[in-house]
């Protein structure tokens, strides 16, 4: 890799909670600078033939990638998947299930904010929504932000739809064992997204990766648009203890709502394994570079 390397492996698209298309995605990547990209909606990779196209046009190397919803420890967590075969049935079956299950949470997530005074929430939220499969959280928090009721998202956040607040519907999501086989058989790396936001305790979290590790693990997100500094460096060394390789993402919904722009992170600290060198072999090269 050249100097210039910059990978951008964790963002969102309209595809699921983002609020810019696949290409507007991919010429934002590349005015910031990025050379590496991936596409990793949540639990969805419709978008992900119109982002390699887009890729391709904009001199961009890409990798496939899919944000998978995964139940631990009575804890959503997130495995990104990355340069799996996306036409693979078993990934797709499974991500499907996933979807399906949104709708029913969705609507008892408007019936809660209805009882504390906030009508036609849902109907609200799924005027943000592409595919009304893929309604979440973020759509809802979009809705109250226009509506006035809040300031912003990390206002919603605080008050709504979060554990011990209006709004908030727990949900049985894939487990971690089958998020991490469905990536693997479709020639995948899994990669457990922004590990700090979890708030895990130590025991917790090291019996997390250790659980993912056992069942075929390779990678962990050490720089992240959800990471403070101080958590690169955490995160990089926990990798290497459990022989993982580290990955990097800004985790960009929006230019509204982002902490971090695409391409805005620092470079992984030196010395590690990283995710490009597992998948050299899986990336997608553009035209201008594949030689």
């Known amino acids: ?87 693979d049935r078993q990934l797709l079956e499974g991500l499907s299930s996933l979807r399906n299950s949104r709708g029913p949470r969705a609507q008892e997530m408007g019936r809660q904010l209805e009882a504390v005074g906030i009508a036609h929430a849902y109907e609200g939220a799924l005027k943000y929504v592409g595919n009304p499969a893929l309604i979440s959280r973020t759509h809802f928090a979009r809705h109250l932000v226009e509506a006035g009721i809040c300031k912003d998202t990390y206002e ?53 990766f250790s659980s993912f590790k056992a069942y075929g693990g390779q990678a962990v997100e050490a720089v992240t648009g959800s990471h403070a500094p101080h958590e690169y460096l955490h995160y990089a060394d926990l990798a290497k203890e459990f022989g993982f390789a580290i990955s990097r993402g800004s985790d960009f919904h929006s230019p509204q709502e982002s902490k971090m722009d695409l391409g805005a992170l620092p470079s992984d600290p030196a010395g590690y394994v990283c995710i490009h060198e597992l998948l050299a072999h899986r990336i997608h090269k553009a035209p201008s570079r594949s030689t």
């Open 1 to 87: 890799m050249s100097d210039t390397f910059c990978a951008d492996l964790h963002c969102h698209s309209t595809f699921s909670d983002g609020t810019l298309s696949p290409t507007a995605l991919a010429q934002r990547a590349q005015r910031s600078g990025v050379t590496l990209w991936a596409l990793t909606d949540h639990d969805e990779t419709a978008g992900l033939a119109e982002a390699q196209m887009a890729a391709n046009a904009q001199g961009l190397d890409f990798l496939t990638g899919v944000e998978i919803s995964v139940s631990f420890a009575n804890t959503t967590v997130h495995i990104v998947g990355l340069g799996f075969d996306a036409q």
């Open 156 to 208: 919603v956040f605080r008050n709504y739809l979060v554990e011990g607040k209006p709004g908030f519907v727990p949900q049985r999501w894939a487990t971690l064992e089958e998020a991490v086989r469905w990536i693997s058989a479709a020639q995948g790396v899994a990669v457990i997204a922004h590990p700090a936001r979890y708030g895990f305790t130590a025991n917790e979290e090291y019996a997390f």
